[in-house]
């Protein structure tokens, strides 16, 4: 683990970046440091691999003193994405990725095979191999300097806002495609952004700061967007706190309305009957299988022994599993006539309604 303890920052000019930073950071997950511009984020982050020295207190990582490692070899063993990628410009991206390996010099063979393994893992194609910077687009120059900052298998990777800098879509793309390589690299990794969307998405824990380096927060996002400790992180979270909130949540954990049910082959009178136990105005319908075929309204069935499927059964257009977002579900009960989306779970189907009333309840 990463442990700040009583640590201040004043630069040369007197300022105080950081003020007294107290943190741990836990080996093996992900944590965000985000706060506003200024706060003192990448100074904590340089702090790590003494980029920059602290004017008071103590940085370790499990239980050393950084100073007492020497300050190349502590480097080497922390990779870290820079601000803008920070490649270097006269060096080609096989060159910049091999820089930490080469320092530590591996074998020609070694460094053309990780290069090439690198490569593939950050989803670059070969073909750029041997580009320089000026010729990458701002994705790709970041998805070099991922790749560099993984070069020699570090334990500890570092990234300052290393997807700021690149248009909204392929910000998505990068961060879906870094989580999944979170899954496979299980790396400590202390993330700064200013982003909260990204912070909230990407983030095992998230430490907001304030002005000065003062931790505001320290938690996981779900308990930050649950219970900001103080107006400052509810500003930082914005209006769409709530959103965010379901946004981190999957249907999996919400109660369903089962709501009056019927078989396609059932009679009006029965789908009538349904309805009238709950007290609605229309039947969910599904097939023998337990399959979601759609739903009828009562003002559409005729009565009597007249079957539902002699009546025109509606389809609900959109459903959602297990494994979807509630909201997503929200999204789809606010465009839904009803007022509600089905849950489907692949072959077993139907699986009840997710409601207004479910989401709610999760969020109360
Ligand atoms: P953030 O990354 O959160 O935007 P920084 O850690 O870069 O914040 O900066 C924190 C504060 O320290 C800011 O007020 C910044 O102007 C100041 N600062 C950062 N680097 C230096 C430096 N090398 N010399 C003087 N002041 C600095
Ligand atoms: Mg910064």
């Known amino acids: 683990m990463i442990e700040f303890s009583g ?3 004043q630069y040369g000019d007197g300022m105080a970046a950081i003020e007294s930073l107290d943190m741990t950071i836990a080996t093996g997950e992900l944590t965000v440091l985000a706060g506003p511009s200024g706060c003192g984020k990448t100074t904590t982050l340089r702090l790590i691999n003494r980029l920059e020295e602290a004017t008071s207190g103590i940085v370790s990582i499990d239980g050393m003193d950084v100073r007492a490692r020497e300050p190349t070899e502590l480097r080497r063993s922390i990779g870290y994405v820079m601000q803008h990628s920070g490649l270097f410009p006269h060096r080609t991206v ?6 930490v390996p080469h320092l530590l010099s591996w074998s020609k063979a070694q460094i053309a095979q990780r290069v090439d393994e690198l490569i593939e893992t950050v989803g670059l194609r070969t073909e750029i191999i041997d580009r320089y910077p000026h ?14 900052a993984l070069a020699a298998d570090p334990p500890i990777l570092l990234m300052d806002e290393p997807f700021a800098a690149v248009d909204p879509i392929v910000r998505g793309r990068l961060q879906r495609e870094f989580i999944q390589l979170q899954e496979k690299v299980e790396k400590t990794i202390v993330f700064v952004t200013h982003d909260i969307d990204e912070a909230i998405s990407l983030g095992d824990r998230i430490a907001l700061f304030e002005t ?3 931790l505001a927060q320290y938690a996981p996002p779900a308990d930050v967007l649950a219970a900001p400790a ?13 959103l965010r909130r379901l946004a981190l949540m999957r249907v999996a954990a919400v109660e369903t309305e089962p709501g009056p049910e019927v ?10 009957a349904a309805a009238d136990r709950y007290g609605w105005s229309w039947v969910v319908i599904v097939g023998d299988d337990g399959q979601l075929i759609g739903w009828v309204a009562c003002g559409d069935l005729i009565g009597g022994d007249s079957r539902i499927d002699e009546v ?3 389809p609900f257009g959109q459903a959602v599993s297990a494994d979807d977002t509630l909201r997503t579900a929200l999204g789809a009960i606010v465009t839904s006539p009803l ?9 077993r189907g139907y699986a009840g309604l997710v409601t207004h009333a479910s989401l709610n309840q999760k969020l109360a």
């Open 263 to 272: 078989t396609s082959d059932a009679s009006s009178a029965s789908a009538l």
């Open 230 to 242: 103080n107006g400052f992180v509810a500003d930082f979270l914005g209006g769409e706190r709530e």
């Open 94 to 99: 096989r060159d910049n990725i091999a820089t």
């Open 212 to 214: 000065g380096g003062r």
């Open 339 to 347: 007022g509600v989306v089905p849950r489907v779970d692949g072959a």
């Open 7 to 9: 640590v201040g920052k």
């Open 135 to 148: 010729q990458l687009s701002g994705g790709q120059a970041q998805r070099v300097g991922v790749a560099r």
């Open 312 to 314: 025109v059964i509606q």
